[in-house]
Nanobody, 124 residues
Framework: QVQLVESGGGLVQNGGSLRLSCEAS????????MGWFRQAPGKEREFVIA????????YSPAFVKGRFSISRDNNKNMAYLQMNSLKPEDTAVYFC?????????????????WGQGTQVTVSS
């Protein structure tokens, strides 16, 4: 029942920053775990980061530590991915994700709704 629309992708230089936005439909946004995945050409979709419904808990793998952060505004049904110190290897299609389940479930790709994706390209 939730629809997700990403925006903010584009071309950025090595070391630059970019903020992606995700707008969600629905009346129960604050009950959803929100997150981001990415998929590079020829590679599997990988989990990037997630945040719980209240915004008090986040989880991310090591490759984003110190560079990426997630936030949400439950009054606006919005989630954001702030990316700093971008590297060419960050180039991928980035997908917004929402789940009525838990952060571990989202990491596993279980019970997840997906946005259409937005391209992020980091040049050298």
């Amino acid at each position: 029942q939730v629809q997700l629309v990403e925006s903010g992708g584009g071309l950025v230089q090595n070391g630059g920053s970019l903020r992606l936005s995700c707008e969600a439909s629905g009346r129960t946004f604050s009950r959803y775990v929100m997150g981001w995945f990415r998929q590079a050409p020829g590679k599997e979709r990988e989990f990037v980061i997630a945040i719980n419904g209240t915004g008090g808990v986040t989880y991310s793998p090591a490759f984003v530590k110190g560079r990426f952060s997630i936030s949400r505004d439950n009054n606006k049904n919005m989630a954001y991915l702030q990316m700093n110190s971008l590297k060419p290897e960050d180039t991928a299609v980035y997908f917004c994700a929402a789940s009525p389940d838990t952060i571990p479930a989202m990491r596993a790709g279980v019970n997840v709704y997906w946005g259409q994706g937005t391209q992020v390209t980091v040049s050298s």
